[in-house]
């Protein structure tokens, strides 16, 4: 089901299908070398069972982002569950093919817009890890403000914290 349109992407829910995309990028070391590493298909195939349900209960989750001139999955963009008195983490992971062209600051953008009208998001979050320049350039881009170093549980470390109120 398509959830979201922009210029040159459709943002649609994931489905278990979509396995052999996501390996191309929670699979691949370098697209997850600032996001906790690449994971084994029966840990991706969690993720996506993990995210499905996240959807059907809260209305948010990751979205599955769709190259409309191709077709081709490219990665996923949207919300993680909430950290640090944020409502829900903005993400975005895509196949390393497809970055520099500003796919992610184009999904990243929708998604922005579909938090201000989700009724439970007031604030929303995003940790980066502090050597991951272009993820810190997206949300720069997007308008997110800098809050400062906070501790990050999944990875163990002080990250750079921006947040926007929706
Ligand atoms: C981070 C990521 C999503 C960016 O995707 P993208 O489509 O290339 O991003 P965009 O093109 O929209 O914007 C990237 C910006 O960062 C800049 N940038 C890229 N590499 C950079 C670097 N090493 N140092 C400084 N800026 C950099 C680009 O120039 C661009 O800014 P500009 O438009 O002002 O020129 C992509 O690299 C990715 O999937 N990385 C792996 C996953 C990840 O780290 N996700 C973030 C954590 S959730």
């Given at each position: 089901?398509m959830?979201?349109?922009t ?5 649609r829910l ?6 052999d995309?996501?390996m191309?990028v ?8 600032f996001?906790?590493g ?8 969690r993720s996506?069972?993990f995210?499905?349900?996240?959807y059907?209960?809260s ?12 077709g081709?999955?490219?990665g996923v963009c ?10 829900a983490e ?12 500003g ?13 201000l ?8 979050g995003?940790s ?5 320049a ?14 400062g ?10 990250e ?7």
């Open positions: 089901m959830v979201m349109e210029n040159r992407l459709a943002l994931l489905n278990m299908g979509d396995i995309d996501m191309q929670w699979g691949d070391n370098d697209v997850m070398e996001c906790g690449a994971g084994t298909v029966d840990q991706e195939l996506l069972r995210y499905i349900d996240m059907e209960s209305g948010i989750s990751p979205f599955a982002v769709v190259q409309k001139d191709s081709e999955l490219i949207g919300f993680n569950p909430p950290n640090n008195g944020c409502d903005l993400m975005y992971h895509l196949k390393k093919a497809h970055w520099g062209k796919y992610a600051t184009e999904a990243a953008s929708a998604c922005v817009a579909y938090a009208k989700h009724p439970k998001i007031r604030i929303l995003a980066v890890d502090p050597r991951n272009a993820s810190m350039r997206v949300l720069e881009k997007l308008g997110f403000d800098y809050v170093l906070q501790f990050f549980a999944p990875t163990g470390q002080d750079p914290y921006y947040m926007m109120h929706c």
